[in-house]
């Protein structure tokens, strides 16, 4: 066969039949190799699911047959029909049978959410085992970077699917990624109109353990003003070698006084004319205590197509930080802050 293209020289193909089973999956081959290597299936077999009997297809098989649909990108229960009367699936996954579409959905109705946390602790182990070394965000700090991110699940009826606050129906799980290669190491399923705080101490603690199984190295937690909230701190300044930025909600605080407050404290450039930016420090107590706050006061009297403002606009940003590092670097190391979006 010479296809022609033009400005171009004839491609030959050559065309062969073969007696070999050809997959358009065989990448599965190396999950099945990591999870071989792990105790997930044996964890998993000995959930017990009050006084039943030991299942014909154990915990574990089923768990591990929903991964290996997972890894091709298929989420629906029916899917694994297509690859049980396939060899390379279940050889792949090291399985003895797979389970059906029926058995499938019941199971992992059955289980519910009992095998989560033992998913999250496997996990986490086979990314110490077998990830490179973390890369951290700055010196030895490696992000933890916490994050809602809501989907999109418009026109569905299934539970938990509501309003969320982009405005489109949807869930609202939360995410968390350690480094800056993002690696998943925490995850909660949430209803789209459950506020992004609700839950989240919870989930702090159990993303900083996490990541602890994975690293001993030093923690910078980042979150979005979402998660400003006392419990967050409180759990953050009782850790060992963790530090935070986390953006303030500034709720009622009056941007007339911050602009006073940056004028007074912050570090002053114009980088065009009718645009003042101020960025420094203060301190502020809470529960008690003085948490460091860095800032960015932008004052604009002049829009950036030139027209004069009648009003000045005002835009003021704040951070809880506890690094001791320049205002400036605090902020620039915020905005590389990893999100959901961005790791998906």
């Excluded at 098989?61 to 997972?70: F, N, S």
């Excluded at 309003?163 to 690696?183: I, Q, S």
């Excluded at 948490?291 to 009003?311: C, H, K, M, P």
């Excluded at 003021?316 to 802050?337: N, P, R």
Aim: charged share 30%; hydrophobic share 35%.
């Amino acid at each position: 066969i010479h296809p022609q293209g033009e400005g171009t020289e004839p491609m030959e193909f050559i065309i062969n039949e073969t007696d070999e089973i050809l997959v358009s999956h065989s990448g599965l081959a190396l999950a099945g190799a990591m999870l071989e290597q792990s105790p997930l299936r044996k964890r998993l077999n000995e959930i017990c699911l009050g006084k039943r009997k030991r299942p014909e297809v154990p915990h574990g098989d089923v768990l591990t047959a929903m991964i290996g649909l997972l890894c091709l990108g298929k989420s629906d229960y029916a899917d694994i029909e297509a690859y049980r009367q396939e060899e390379f699936f279940r050889r792949a996954l090291g399985l003895k049978k797979l389970p059906s579409e029926e058995t499938l959905r019941q199971r992992m109705d059955q289980l519910g959410t009992t095998p989560i946390a033992i998913l999250h602790e496997e996990s986490a182990r086979l990314i110490a085992r077998h990830a490179p070394a973390l890369t951290a965000c700055h010196d030895d700090w490696i992000p933890l970077d916490i994050d809602v991110s809501p989907f999109d699940n418009s026109g569905t009826k299934k539970e938990g699917v509501a309003w969320t606050y982009k405005k489109l129906d949807g869930y609202a799980p939360n995410f968390a990624y350690l480094g800056l290669e993002g690696y998943l190491i925490h995850c909660e399923l949430r209803p789209g109109n459950q506020h992004c705080q609700d839950g989240t101490p919870e989930f702090l603690e159990r993303a900083i353990d996490l990541a602890r199984q994975m690293t001993e190295g030093k923690l910078l937690v980042r979150m979005d003003a979402g998660n400003d909230d006392l419990d967050n701190l409180r759990i953050l300044r009782k850790k060992k070698h963790v530090a935070w930025i986390i953006k303030r909600n500034l709720r009622k605080e009056s941007e007339v006084e911050w602009l006073e407050e940056a004028q007074a404290l912050g570090e002053w450039e114009e980088p065009r004319p009718g645009k003042e930016v101020y960025t420094g420090e203060t301190w502020r107590e809470r529960d008690g205590k003085l948490y460091r706050v860095v800032f960015e006061v932008i004052q604009r009297t002049i829009a950036s197509d030139g027209q004069r403002l009648l009003v000045p606009d005002i835009e003021i940003s704040t951070w809880w930080c506890s690094l001791k590092l320049a205002a400036k670097q605090v902020i620039e190391l915020y905005h590389q802050h990893g999100t959901s979006e961005q790791f998906h």
